[in-house]
């Protein structure tokens, strides 16, 4: 929407306010981080090239799925070995496609991997090394050709709450569901394409948390023998609708009309 | 008791501490974002919601029960943009492809913008809420999945429909524009994210 002239087309937001809800607080609460709160986000697709064969004869064709194992195995060595400990990072192969049947080895395997970063240092670590160790791995696997490694253009770049403004949200939030509801939250490794707004238009943006289970399965989930709560892209995720929408309208109007005078 | 001069030496020394802990304390003071809300608009607000939360939830469960995935939130757009419309919106449709923008311009002061985003996910609902999603949706490469607000993002449209109308009903009670904008991934070209 930004490259279609969102902020051209349309009056120039001085203020940009965008809210989520979350499986890990109660419904009628609010969550807010002050500063960079939502970090950098790139996808990476990978194909890796074999040769296809019978199953029952390896040795005469070179699979891609026993090179695709040992990629992914690799792969988790960037941040577990590369990266300070100290600096944030993840590596996660969220999908690997290869084959059809059990004695066929196929031509190639496709893998689809999200990654997760602060600082713009950590993050060309990452990407170069997925590069290089791919790379480098079907080269030792005797791979027919290199491997075809795709980094998506559209990456999210880390989010920023604006500390002032969020200060001033914070105020108003206490005022509305109580001190005991407004949760001060840890930065997440989560990515939030929101961060393009305020980064985009250099204003103040927030971006906060409405919580959404309820108060019993909230508490029940605080106990250490207490059932975990499914979490946002769960198949069992899912809000008390009243008291989530109550709070995200109440919330976000109170900002909008706290900010909204001459 | 300590002597007087012993005080006054160390009041001195602690002078140029005072005056910068006033500094510091000035300026967030000065640059504070001026958030204002009277106990009248808090009330009005509270009141509108209270009055409007059934219709908002019987919106929410309608969304929830028809989800639509990135880059084919067709049906989730026309509806939010409709709503903002019948509030007397000015709305620009297909922002982006699928993403709509209403504005709402009412006398001097600035503009805020207010984003929700419309999207589902291919996750099969497990919920067995009476209005979760049955909807199935074929994926490029032939296989079927079910979609599902497994992001909350129902809860998301469901207030910036509810925003239009409030911001209007209200409009006595603020001044300036308000942009409201339902939001889909930018640029992501196979319309992943998170």
Known sequence: MIDDGLFERFPKPDYC??????????????????????????????????????????????????????????????????????????????????????????DEVKLQLTVRSYTDEVRKKLLDGI??????????????KEPLIVFDEGYVPAAYNDPKLTAAAVDVFRNLVGKGMVFEMPPTMGAEDFSHYARTLKVPGLQYRVG?????????????????????????????????????????????IGLLHE | MRLGGDRLGRMK?????????????????????????RDDQSNAIKDWVKRHLADSVKTYKHLHANPELSFEELKTGALVADAWEKAGFTVTRKVGRTGMVGVLKNGAGPTVLIRGDMDALPVTEKTGLPYASKVQIKRPDGTTTGAMHAC?????????????????????????TVVLVANLPRRSARGRKR
């Not at chain 1, 986000?41 to 040795?59: C, E, F, L, N």
């Not at chain 1, 160790?133 to 030792?140: E, G, P």
């Not at chain 2, 020394?13 to 809300?37: E, F, K, S």
């Open chain 1, 212 to 256: 959404t289970v309820s108060l019993v399965r909230y508490e029940n989930s605080l106990k250490a023998d207490g059932k975990s709560l499914p979490s946002l892209h769960s198949a069992l995720f899912y809000p008390k609708p009243e008291a989530a929408i109550q709070t995200a309208l109440e919330s976000m109007a109170h900002l909008a």
């Open chain 1, 17 to 106: 306010l965008a809210l989520h809800v979350l499986h890990r607080l109660p419904a009628g609460s609010v969550g807010f981080t002050s500063g960079w709160c939502h970090a950098n986000m790139d996808s990476v697709d990978i194909t890796i090239y074999g040769k296809g064969g019978h199953g029952a004869r390896p040795h005469s064709a070179v699979d891609p799925i026993v090179t695709a194992a040992q990629v992914i195995t690799a792969l988790q060595t960037i941040v577990s070995r590369r990266i300070a400990p100290s600096d944030p990072g993840v590596i996660t192969v969220g999908s690997i496609h290869g084959g059809t049947r059990h004695n066929i080895i196929p």
């Open chain 1, 131 to 144: 590069r290089q160790i791919t790379t480098d791995i079907c080269k030792t696997m005797r791979c027919p």
């Open chain 2, 152 to 176: 909350g993002h129902d809860v998301h449209s469901t207030m910036v429909i509810g925003m239009g109308q409030m911001l209007l009903d209200l409009r006595r009670h603020w001044s300036g």
């Open chain 2, 13 to 37: 020394r602690l002078l140029p501490l005072l005056v910068a802990g006033m500094l510091i304390v000035n300026v967030p003071a000065q640059d504070a974002v001026p958030m204002r809300l």
